[in-house]
């Protein structure tokens, strides 16, 4: 076979799957987001491109959601047999499989996150800090955070404004932790005045430096 005939095959089956893609509804800025970021999935044999989406369907994804993209490309991340390996991590900890397929709907990300970090996760969340399965399952996204460098270090500052009775109508945990670092510097730490350089301290522990600390202090 010729290189050109196999340039030319692999080009007509890009095309497909781009036309079969739009089928789907996902198109314009949507589809110009899977092109540049996930062109893996564009190289994939039609049908199991076809069954990545029907996967999805199954699973109770519309092609109306923005999350559908997103749920495309975690799915195509891994296979089905780590697909439910995850899954029977969730029902250890007394998730049902309807309770798991929503929070892959909210989050599909948590599907890329490690199970090593999952579980991190869980065993914090549900153990250490005894959270309700209905809080993951609202705000599946907590799961996909980093324990050491996120999660742990908000809560001490959480721990902190709770017991001071600092803590404003409509706070939560969560609003501590998927807060951008600016936003949660601005909103959390700094804007309590005489405490924040306390809390600056407890946030960021030994990392961090006086100098650092003048800087968002003054």
């Known amino acids: 076979m010729s290189w050109n005939l196999v340039m030319d095959t692999e ?13 789907c509804g996902i198109v314009g800025s949507q589809l110009s987001r899977l092109l540049v970021r996930q062109t893996r999935l564009f190289c994939f044999k039609e049908p199991k491109l076809r069954h990545l989406v029907s996967r999805l369907l199954e699973m109770g994804f519309s092609t109306n959601s923005r999350m559908f993209v997103y749920g495309l490309h975690a799915l195509s991340c891994l296979s089905e047999e780590t697909f439910d390996r995850k899954l029977e991590l969730f029902r250890s900890y007394g998730f049902s499989k309807e309770e798991f397929m929503e929070m892959f709907r909210r989050a599909p990300g948590i599907l890329k996150s490690s199970e090593e970090r999952l579980k991190s996760g869980l065993e914090f969340f549900l153990k250490e800090i005894e959270f309700e399965k209905a809080v993951l399952v609202h705000i599946p996204v907590c799961l996909t955070l980093s324990i050491e460098n996120r999660v742990i270090p908000r809560y001490r500052v959480f721990q902190i404004v709770t017991s001071r009775g600092m803590l404003k109508k409509g706070w939560s945990f969560p609003s501590f932790l998927i807060s951008s670092e600016e936003n949660f510097l601005k909103k959390f730490v700094l804007s309590f005045g005489d405490d924040a350089e306390e809390l600056l301290r407890a946030y960021k522990g030994h990392k961090l430096g006086s100098s650092f600390g003048e800087q968002l202090l003054h």
């Open 11 to 23: 080009k007509s089956g890009l095309l497909r799957n781009i036309e079969y893609v739009k089928s």
